[in-house]
């Protein structure tokens, strides 16, 4: 199953740093993509593209996971020689990420709690 | 119980205009905002004011004040706008002319100034924080320095009567906070208050992102309208709860998953959004479908503004050549992987191998960013865009780079198709936090 059929994302930048959240479709699923999107998952899905530190961020109300890409950018946005300077196109690459599974798992529930930070990678 | 409702008119430079003007006439509004301004428009905006004293703010001024500013006075809509760029006074006397032109005697329009703060950032020691040394490092290079001011300024220029505020560098949330910060009399220490205010800004600022822009993805998240996408609005209480919708009849979407897109959008730690009026916290953040077009957010606090403001510190940084050549048909993707081949080994024999490069195959791995992720199946690309980008000290250099690509017609693969290419001076913004106190902001005021 690709992270695409069960969630949404948009992509962000300031400076050199990229930044992609990720939003559970159904409220349901997010325990599922908190367990299986994990910092060093993205890191090694966007293999290249991240030279330094991945920060997870949790906001189990809103359903969303944000990644913070640090040096992602090729130098930043006002310096970078790439085509999406921004990174704007990470997000909808990121969702081509394989999950575990066939289908969604439809009767569990989110528990809320304040964002932590998880699993910094280098 | 009096709500103030915020309409967002321009999310960024190029932004369109009639969307603006249907909030006007359709949206009830008490205050419409443009937020014209990116990381490096002001820096931009610099330069053409070096050129002409009297330029050097957004190109679309004219035609957007020309679109607005009668029914925005017929309806007492009052303007906040970031749009005087590098030059906020010149604009508001644009702004002016505009209005007398229209017949609008008697519009006050207020012009906010202190953001520019080259004098206090050249030649110091403060340093940027990107870690890569000092403002001082950057010599002769700096061109412009502007911090990124708070509600202050705007609420100034509200209190003073002001019609249409035009300002520099703003910090894009505080745009749409100093009319609510106005209109409620909200305590510069209530930090929830201001967090919620704040919350609305980041959910308004980049205008059609809320109302399904940036978003559409067919078949999964369909968005109907986007010809004619509808521009979002606010309609917030003064205990500052909130909800953002749009105009009945425009096009787009607002829902659940727009909000909480967009206001996370651009903030890397949930629980720490910094302005320079608020530390915000949108960690608990929950959204709700109130209405069809229509979702409301709780669930926000907030805490002590920051002792510093961020500026931004532009400097030239070089040039950049590029060149793109295309290929398509039989073999189109080897073609244009050769056509990389000859430009990379072609900048090896003139001397350009100790420059910054960039080699990118259009339509293969130009923009994605995942090259072990998914792919669809191992087919050569119908047609591919060979693009070639490099770092040059001299605009001749530059120059000379894009040219390598598009002599690739008659020197290239076979088919080389709709070849092109450019040189520009490139210019890099940095980053430094500086005292508050030494940032200080003028309001003057313009009659019609």
């Not at chain 1, 990420?97 to 964002?115: D, I, K, N, R, Y």
């Amino acid at each position: 199953m690709l992270l695409h059929h069960v969630a949404h994302a948009r992509s962000g930048d300031k400076g050199a740093t990229a930044d992609v959240t990720v939003i559970a479709r159904h409220p349901a699923d997010f325990p599922m993509l908190r367990d299986q999107v994990t910092a060093d998952r993205v890191r090694a899905h966007l293999t290249g593209v991240v030279g330094g530190v991945v920060r997870r961020y949790e906001v189990p109300s809103l359903g969303a996971l944000k990644f913070v890409l640090e040096d992602a950018l090729d130098g930043g946005v006002t310096r970078s020689l790439a085509l999406d300077a921004h990174g704007k196109a990470l997000a909808m690459c990121l969702l081509e990420m394989e999950l575990p599974g066939e289908s969604p798992t439809p009767h569990a529930t989110a528990t809320v709690q304040g964002p932590t930070v998880e699993g910094m990678t280098r | 119980m009096r709500t103030v409702r915020i309409g967002c008119g321009a999310g960024f430079a190029d932004d369109r205009v009639e969307p603006a003007l249907e909030l006007v006439e359709h949206g009830a509004l008490d205050y419409l905002v443009f937020e014209c301004l990116a990381e490096r428009t002001v820096a931009l905006a610099q330069l053409e004011r070096l050129a002409d004293p009297k330029s050097g703010f957004n190109e679309w001024l004219v035609e957007r004040m020309e679109a607005v500013l009668a029914p925005c006075a017929e309806r007492g809509v009052r303007v906040v706008t970031n749009m005087g760029a590098a030059n906020p006074l010149a604009a508001a006397q644009v702004v002016v002319g505009v209005a007398r032109q229209l017949g609008l005697g008697g519009v006050r329009v207020a012009a906010v100034t202190g953001d520019d703060v080259l004098d206090v950032v050249r030649g110091s020691d403060l340093p940027l924080t990107d870690g890569n040394g000092t403002v001082a490092d950057l010599g002769e290079r700096i061109i412009a320095s502007n911090a990124y001011l708070g509600v202050g300024p705007v609420v100034h220029a509200l209190e003073l009567g002001a019609d249409v505020v035009v300002c520099g560098r703003v910090a894009d949330p505080s745009l749409f906070l100093a009319p609510l910060v106005h209109e409620f009399g909200w305590p510069l220490d209530d930090w929830r208050l201001l967090a919620r205010g704040t919350a609305v800004g980041h959910l308004l600022e980049c205008a059609g992102q809320v109302t399904g822009g940036y978003f559409a993805d067919p078949g999964v998240n369909d968005v109907p309208g986007l010809v004619r996408l509808g521009f979002p609005l606010a309609e917030v209480a003064a205990d500052g709860a909130f909800s953002v919708s749009k105009v009945p009849g425009s096009g787009g979407r607002v829902t659940v998953a727009t909000v909480a897109e967009q206001l996370l959008y651009e903030v890397h730690n949930p629980a720490a959004y910094v302005t320079p009026d608020v530390v915000a916290d949108f960690s608990a953040a929950r959204a709700t479908q109130v209405d069809e077009d229509r979702a409301s957010v709780s669930g926000i606090d907030g805490g002590p503004r920051p002792d510093h403001l961020k500026v931004s510190v532009a400097y030239r940084d070089g040039f950049i050549g590029e060149g793109q050549i295309s290929y398509a048909g039989a073999n189109a993707e080897a073609r244009g992987r050769l056509a990389l081949d000859i430009v990379r080994e072609r900048l090896r024999l003139l001397g350009f191998d100790g420059a910054e490069t960039r080699f990118d195959l259009i339509g293969v791995d130009a923009v994605h960013r995942a090259p072990e992720g998914f792919r669809s199946g191992g087919h050569s690309a119908p047609e591919v865009r060979a693009r070639v980008a490099a770092r040059a000290e001299t605009l001749a250099d530059a120059r000379r780079i894009g040219r390598e690509v598009t002599a690739l017609w008659l020197n290239g693969p076979a088919g080389g198709a709709g070849a092109n290419r450019s040189a520009r001076e490139n210019i890099a913004v940095a980053s430094v936090l500086v005292p508050r106190d030494v940032v200080r902001h003028d309001v003057h005021v313009l009659e019609a």
